[in-house]
């Protein structure tokens, strides 16, 4: 698939000029992974409300390594949140079209993360976590994840079915457009197994320090409003 260029937006074509829609930012650590992902899913995905169309904004497709840890993406994205909020407010949108300001990251070996988390709780910024990374949620469309991997992202991506490369980072891959029915690599599956793996952990563990985790189902559910893929 023909990744976009010099783009801000992602997934399907806008819709007509003038139809409203709803429109969602999202601030991602990855400059490749999650906006790949993105791309991909919001081309395959089935929609909870067609009659509502969702337009993804990279919000911070060209920020440096360094504004792309968790706190900094958080304020940056409680910042966007409140403008939004205002504008929302100023033109009288409803509710079906209010617009939503997400984050993705991981906790990898970042400081800060707890109050990164706690911010946007408390803002109202949606966050989709992973622990250790981001590859915990691709294995899942593969299979369940047992044991833990502390701070070890390769240690998850060497769990994938195939080479965690660059060359590679479709994430659920054209694999996804051409999966027999019997194989269970979808959306559902890969959620049904990631509510099972976050059971595991305890409601007094942190949502930081839960290991592993993930819960980037919210943000596809929620966030892009796609229910299947």
Request: proline share 6%; aromatic share 8%.
């Amino acid at each position: 698939m023909a990744r976009s260029r010099g783009r801000d937006s992602l997934g399907p074509a806008k819709p007509p000029r003038g139809q409203r829609r709803r429109i969602v930012h999202v601030f991602t650590e990855g400059s490749v992974t999650e906006p790949g992902y993105i791309e991909i899913v919001r081309t395959i995905g089935t929609y909870r409300d067609p009659s509502v169309p969702v337009e993804v904004r990279i919000a911070n497709q060209k920020a440096p390594a360094s504004h792309r840890k968790p706190l900094k993406l958080v304020e940056e994205a409680v910042r966007l949140m409140r403008a939004e909020t205002r504008k929302a407010k100023r033109s009288g949108l409803g509710k079906a079209y209010q617009p939503q300001v997400w984050c993705m990251f991981d906790r990898d070996q970042h400081e800060g993360v707890e109050a990164a988390l706690k911010l946007a709780d408390e803002e109202g910024v949606g966050v989709a976590f992973s622990h250790p990374c981001f590859e915990v949620w691709r294995v899942l469309h593969y299979k369940a994840v047992t044991g833990t991997f502390s701070t070890n992202c390769e240690m998850a991506a060497d769990r994938l079915p195939f080479a965690a490369t660059t060359a590679n980072i479709k994430v659920v891959e054209q694999d996804q457009l051409s999966r027999k029915p019997n194989e269970n690599r979808g959306f559902l599956e890969a959620k049904k197994r990631a509510l099972k793996m976050n059971a595991a952990h305890g409601d007094h563990v942190p949502k930081s320090l839960r290991d592993p985790y993930t819960d980037v189902f919210t943000f596809v559910e929620s966030g892009l409003g796609i229910v299947a893929y």
